[in-house]
Nanobody
């Protein structure tokens, strides 16, 4: 089992940057695929980015490609989301998730953090 705690959210102006962090507990962090998902008010939770167990491969939603970067440090049990060139439409609660399969589907992720709010103003 793994527990996840996100941090780093906040309010920024369009074009700004934020770096989200997710701290994981447990000894088996490196055995999990890690992902970031977001949920805007009135919308479903949706895929943002995922990273393989060793960090060698990453995948992104089309809406964030070239702007966001997911990374992980297995020695520190951490996963990050660097968010650049932020847009008002990026406003959402961002969640860190851990799962056993490399998939975009949120339903396949077993463990979730509590979320961190990102607000981008125009």
């Amino acid at each position: 089992q793994v527990q996840l705690v996100e941090s780093g959210g906040g309010s920024v102006q369009a074009g700004g940057s934020l770096r989200l962090s997710c701290a994981a507990s447990g000894r088996t962090f490196s055995s999990y695929v890690m992902g970031w998902f977001c949920q805007a008010p009135g919308k479903e939770r949706e895929f943002v980015a995922i990273i393989t167990r060793g960090g060698g491969s990453t995948y992104y939603a089309d809406s964030v490609k070239g702007r966001f970067t997911i990374s992980r440090d297995n020695a520190k049990n951490m996963v990050y989301l660097q968010m650049n060139s932020l847009k008002p439409e990026d406003t959402a609660v961002y969640y860190c998730a851990a799962g056993g399969r490399l998939t975009y589907s949120k339903n396949a992720y077993n463990y979730w953090g509590q979320g961190t709010q990102v607000t981008v103003s125009s």
